[in-house]
């Protein structure tokens, strides 16, 4: 599986983006996927989780503004993104679990000017 993501950019705080992912082979629902970030000088971390058996996991700084949906049959994850603050300024990886092993993209920067 290879996943490629894009919907990267520079916005102003408040403002919106959305990332798209997609994946050169077939995600099933039984597939979880997953946004990281990684902003300079820190480690990557878990934005957000859509779990294969349909439910979703925020970390805390980004609930109630990020929201991650999938299309299974585009074999495509997104992550919407509203209410962007400087602190979002990270590049952004979508991830899919499948089996026990864990594929990668190659990241998008997003930066968030105040």
């Known amino acids: 599986v290879q996943l490629q993501a894009s919907g990267g950019g520079l916005v102003q705080a408040g403002g919106s983006l959305r990332l798209s992912c997609a994946a050169s082979?077939?995600?099933?629902?039984?597939?979880?996927m997953a946004w990281h970030r990684q902003a300079p000088g820190k480690q990557r971390e878990l934005v957000a989780f859509?779990?294969?058996?349909?439910?979703?996991y925020y970390a805390d700084p980004v609930k109630g503004r990020f929201t991650i949906s999938r299309d299974n049959a585009k074999n495509s994850v997104y992550l919407q993104m509203n209410s962007l603050k400087p602190d979002d300024t990270a590049v952004y990886y979508c991830?899919?679990?499948?089996?026990?092993?864990?594929?990668w993209g190659q990241g998008t920067q997003v930066t968030v000017s105040s």
């Open positions: 859509d779990y294969s058996g349909g439910s979703t």
């Open positions: 991830a899919a679990v499948i089996g026990t092993a864990t594929y």
């Open positions: 082979g077939s995600i099933s629902r039984s597939n979880s």
